[in-house]
């Protein structure tokens, strides 16, 4: 088993930054790619960023292309999600997930999640 915990959600103004971070524990956490989704109220959740167990590869949707920045830590086995340049529609419930092995993009079949922490941006 992995445990996920994210934490750094919280409000911002529109055009204001947050640093999201993951914590791991339970595992290896160099063998697993790791991911940000997002689920806003009535949509379903959707992929923000990606990243390889090296944090060699990464991949954005083209909706924070430019704005976010996915990045890890293996020594303190931490995955982060630095935002800038919040938009309302960035508001959701953030998760991290671990997927075992090679990062792969166009998939939410992760093996672990976390519990979800909340964005909220204001205009």
């Known amino acids: 088993q992995v445990q996920l915990v994210e934490s750094g959600g919280g409000s911002s103004q529109a055009g204001g930054s947050l640093r999201l971070s993951c914590a791991a524990s339970?595992?290896?956490?160099?063998?697993?790619?790791m991911g940000w989704f997002r689920q806003a109220p009535g949509k379903e959740r959707e992929l923000v960023a990606t990243i390889s167990r090296s944090g060699g590869s990464t991949y954005y949707a083209d909706s924070v292309k430019g704005r976010f920045t996915i990045s890890r830590d293996n020594a303190k086995s931490t995955v982060y999600l630095q935002m800038n340049s919040l938009k309302p529609e960035d508001t959701a419930v953030y998760y991290c997930?671990?997927?075992?092995?090679?990062?792969?993009?166009?998939?939410?079949?992760?093996?672990?999640w976390g519990q979800g922490t909340q964005v909220t941006v204001s205009s």
């Open positions: 339970g595992r290896t956490f160099s063998d697993y790619a």
């Open positions: 997930a671990a997927r075992y092995g090679i990062m792969v993009v166009f998939t939410k079949t992760y093996d672990f």
